[in-house]
């Protein structure tokens, strides 16, 4: 189940029905999967850890995919023993926007996706197994892990190739250059 806090009050929500509905006030989408569809366990002989996950939420993906316009999905794990974990993760720990958005399940692990609301505060969305979040096309965010440094993820994407990080100012403004 997600938590979301507003940074600069402390105030939390993680009641299902109060996220989606505040995420969406900031155009955010929320959805909750059953996560149960996915046994490790049952993994047919032949078929790779990531075809299996993505065929567990196949019927979710394509559902999605027609109403928001995806056309490609993978599966990413980071975890503490990934070569260049820190590298990663400081490329994506600084408030940065999109050109598509960005879409993902969490299949395993967890964590913390730091969005700016219309508002212009910020809020945290820690996200667990089961939670989809997308956060839209130009909206300003940043994403780390928690404490165990691990998550397995859906990802969906307009166009892979296209999706790059564009570094932001809170106001929105471009950083530039060094
Ligand atoms: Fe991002």
Redesign the pocket.
């Given at each position: 189940m997600p938590i979301v806090t507003k940074q600069s009050t402390g105030e939390r929500l993680t009641d299902i029905a109060a996220i989606a509905s505040a995420l969406a006030t900031h155009g955010v989408v929320y959805e909750r999967w059953d996560i149960g569809k996915y046994d490790p366990a049952a993994r047919p002989e032949g078929t790779t850890e990531q075809e299996y996950v993505l065929a567990s939420f196949a019927k979710e993906v394509a559902t999605i995919s027609q109403a928001r316009g995806y056309k490609a999905a993978d599966v990413i794990a980071l975890h503490p023993e990934t070569p260049n974990l820190d590298v990663l993760l400081a490329k994506?720990d600084k408030e940065?926007t999109?050109s598509e958005d960005?879409v993902r399940f969490v299949v395993s692990g967890r964590g913390v996706f730091a969005v700016r609301g219309v508002d212009g505060e910020m809020y945290d969305v820690e996200v667990h197994p089961g939670d989809l979040l997308a956060?839209p096309e130009g909206t300003q965010?940043?994403?780390t892990l928690c404490d165990d440094r691990h998550i397995q993820c859906i990802r969906l994407f307009t166009d892979p190739g296209g999706w790059v990080?564009s570094y932001v100012n809170p106001d929105g403004s471009p950083v530039a250059a060094n």
């Open positions: 994506f940065h999109h960005e956060v965010h940043w994403f990080a």
